[in-house]
C-alpha cells in the first residue's frame, strides 16, 4: 500500500511541475524543511514520515488551478486569490485518496488542509489559531514560507538568509508559531 502511494505521489509532484516547474522543486524543499524541523523537535520515525509526506503534498492541489494563476507575475486580484487559496481544500481531498486509507498516515490530509492557518487567526481555510491548528500544519507553513523567501519567482526575488530570519521573526506569533521560529 506504502509503495503505490508513494508513486501516485511521484505522478502528481510530476504534474504539479508541468503546471508550474518551481511547484515541483518547491514540494520537494517543503519536505526537507519539514523533515529538519521535526528531527530538531525530536518527532518519532512515524512522525517524520507523516510530516515529510504532508510536507511533500501539501500544494497538490494547485494542480487543479489554473497555470496562468498559479505563474502571473503581476498581483492577483481578490477573485483570483480566492481561487488560488482553494487549493489546500483541493489537498486535501486529493491526499485523503491517496492516503487517508493506510494506517498511520490518516492524519495526513487534515495537516495538509490546514497548511496556509495562521497563528493568529487571518489565515485559510478556515480562520483557525494557536492551538486549534495542528502543529505539524505550522511545519509545513513555516516551511513552505522559507522555501518561498528563498526562492526566486516570477513576482518575487530570492530573500538572502538574514532577511529570511528577519521575517520570521517579524511574524512571530503573528503568521508562524513562536516555538517553530525559535
Not at 498581483?75 to 485523503?96: A, F, G, M, P
Not at 514560507?145 to 511574524?171: C, G, Q, W
Request: some cysteine; aromatic content about 8%.
Amino acid at each position: 500500500q506504502i509503495s503505490d502511494a508513494i508513486n501516485l505521489m511521484e505522478i502528481f509532484i510530476d504534474i504539479l511541475g508541468h503546471k508550474d516547474p518551481y511547484l515541483s522543486n518547491h514540494s520537494y524543499n517543503v519536505a526537507n524543511w519539514c523533515k529538519e524541523i521535526g528531527m530538531e523537535l525530536g518527532f518519532s520515525k512515524e512522525e517524520l514520515n507523516e510530516l515529510t509526506f504532508a510536507g511533500l503534498l501539501h500544494d497538490i492541489g494547485k494542480s487543479m488551478i489554473d497555470s496562468k494563476l498559479l505563474s502571473k507575475a503581476a498581483e492577483l486580484t481578490e477573485e483570483e486569490y480566492q481561487i488560488v487559496k482553494r487549493h489546500s481544500l483541493y489537498s486535501e481531498k486529493i491526499v485523503k485518496n491517496i492516503l487517508g486509507h493506510i494506517e498511520g498516515l490518516e492524519d495526513i490530509p487534515e495537516i495538509v488542509k490546514y497548511h496556509h492557518e495562521r497563528y493568529d487567526g487571518k489565515g485559510y481555510p478556515i480562520g483557525l489559531k494557536k492551538e486549534e491548528v495542528p502543529l505539524k500544519s505550522y511545519i509545513i507553513g513555516i516551511s513552505d514560507a522559507i522555501d518561498a523567501m528563498l526562492t526566486d519567482r516570477p513576482y518575487s526575488k530570492a530573500k538572502p538568509i538574514n532577511a529570511v530570519i528577519r521575517e520570521l521573526y517579524r511574524n512571530k506569533g503573528k503568521q508562524f508559531h513562536p516555538q517553530l521560529v525559535e
